[in-house]
């Protein structure tokens, strides 16, 4: 007998969703991701400033699957697409040996996104994102020994120069990378320095438009804004940053001269560009692809002329059954809800039954900016301080996946919050951490 076979490409919060809505039904499913875990990327901010370590926000895809038996998961990067032949050619990761493609009958895409560097992709090496893991250890290492270096630094400006910390967007995750960063130099490392005060650190949040998370209502921005100033950060609103490099950053202020700022530690946290696999999408199908990298879909996720191919989460916009296309946020619960209903879509096919278009149930929206700081947008009720922080602090410790993950970081954020403490302070490649920042040293 023919058992029908789901390839799930991405094991992040969507293709995750729609493996597990999978396993009990009599389908085999290959789920292939170039990593051979999940990452909470919502706590990589968290990583990336020592409050956590890595295995406590990634989990094994083989042990999420474990006992569900029709599942298999391959470690090996999607390079290309043949959807006549429903089929996918695959490319080994790090040498690991995979097989040349794989075939489907049904196909559900999940590979994320990236940060953009509006085109100026030479600022990476500068200005590094916490967007994977490895990212955020580097970004750790930085951090740390930016504080290092400024100990051993005699010249003041030099050293001023280590103590300022540049994040790049004022979005959710500039906003936590900010006020994380803000903690470490106010409550963790000032006992521990003998010639740097840690607390005279410059934490500045550049963000080009006039307010930050856009995303939220005005009167919450403005308290992440009073609050982060509480903590020490200088945001610095409606200023465009026009060029980076090892040295620091040069921002332009809406309608005033340009501003060059010595920086040693440059952290991007601005705009998003879909998986490249988005426009391979596009190119092959006729859809339409937007600036940002994302692929339209149909109504029911699926491509245009291809209703076996499913492309969901970060990747896409959806079209409404108007005929008009829906840009819904890059965020978690929207590539969930696709990945659950790519599944349902599947079951109900299965069992020829119809479907109905995809609709996103938006539960709300969530920042954090520090000990007892965060903003919540529920439904329309704004909340803020204490009890924004507490339902953030639920929320991710719910969707956190694993149960012992679940267990250890509410374990040390416990810890982190009665000692101050971050457990994770770790520079754990200085070598690859000089190399970065030497060519522009010399
Ligand atoms: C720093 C940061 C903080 C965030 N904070 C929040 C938050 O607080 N709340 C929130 O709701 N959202 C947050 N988000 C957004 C959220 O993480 C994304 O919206 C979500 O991960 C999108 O899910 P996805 O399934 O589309 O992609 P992802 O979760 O990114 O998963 C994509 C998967 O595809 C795999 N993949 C990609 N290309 C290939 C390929 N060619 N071959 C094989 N595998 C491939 C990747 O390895 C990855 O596992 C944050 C994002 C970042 C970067």
Known sequence: MHVHRVVVIGGGFGGLQAVHKLRHELVDVTLVDRQNFHLFQPL?????????????????????????????????????????????????????????????????IAGGSHYSYFGHDEWSEAAPEVKSLESALGVRSRILSAFEAAEAEPDPERRAAWLTFAVVGGGPTGVEMAGQIAELARDTLPHE???????????????????????????LSEKALESLQGLGVTPMLRSTVVDVDEHGVTVEPAGGPSERIPARTIIWAAGVEASNMAARLGELTGAEVDRAGRVSVEPDLTLPGHPEVFALGDMVRVRRPDGSVLTLPGVAPVAMQQGRYAAEVVRARLRGAPSRPFHYLDKGNLATIGRGS??????????????????????????????????LVFIRWSFSFATHGRGARLITDPAAEAAAREPAAR
């Open 44 to 108: 990589t901010y968290q990583v990336a400033t020592g409050a956590l370590s890595p295995g406590e926000i990634a989990y094994p895809l083989r042990t999420i699957f474990k006992r569900a038996h029709n599942v298999r998961v391959l470690l090996a990067e999607v390079a290309d697409f043949d959807l006549d032949h429903r089929e996918l050619q695959l490319h080994p990761v790090a040498s690991i040996p995979a097989p040349e493609s794989i075939a489907y009958d049904t196909l559900i």
């Open 193 to 219: 320095f003998r010639t740097i005060d840690s607390r005279m650190g410059r934490i500045l949040l550049i963000e080009a438009v006039d307010r930050l998370l856009t995303s939220f209502p005005p009167s």
């Open 374 to 407: 965060a903003v919540a947008d529920i439904k329309r009720l704004e909340l803020s301080g204490v009890i924004a922080w507490l339902t953030w602090l639920l929320v991710h410790l719910w969707y956190l996946v694993g149960f012992q993950n679940r267990i």
